[in-house]
């Protein structure tokens, strides 16, 4: 019985370490396409919904038809909204590429696997 308990956990352990190992590479391969030139934009948010699209718009534009050219992403990080904050921002980043939507325990990784 005691073998069968070990043998339980030690492969609960094994699979969760699988999943984090999955988890990582998905994050890595997401955002290969950044790198460590340029400035990068983090924008924190919280229950923001009736003014965050208006904003990511304005921004959006200034990088997209302005002069704004050494800006390489926007990351918006959300802190747990309870709102449609991450929702609208989302549907955003899916127009337009250089727009992230993370929560802002992901954004820190995301930083750290910045390619130099």
């Known amino acids: 019985m ?3 308990v ?25 955002y290969t396409k950044m790198k460590a030139d340029g400035i990068y934009v983090i924008i924190a948010i919280k229950n923001q919904e009736d003014k ?13 038809y302005g002069r704004e050219e050494y800006l390489k992403n926007i990351i918006v990080a959300d802190l747990e909204s309870t709102d449609n904050s991450k929702e609208i921002a989302k549907k955003l980043s899916e127009e337009y590429e250089i727009l992230k939507v993370t929560s802002w325990r992901e954004c820190k990784e995301i930083m750290d696997n910045v390619d130099e």
């Open 2 to 4: 005691l073998e069968f």
């Open 6 to 30: 070990l043998n339980t956990i030690f492969w609960t352990l094994a699979l969760y370490g699988l999943f984090e190992i999955i988890k990582n590479i998905i994050y890595i391969t997401t």
């Open 52 to 64: 965050i699209e208006g904003f990511l718009r304005s921004i959006l534009f200034k990088i997209l």
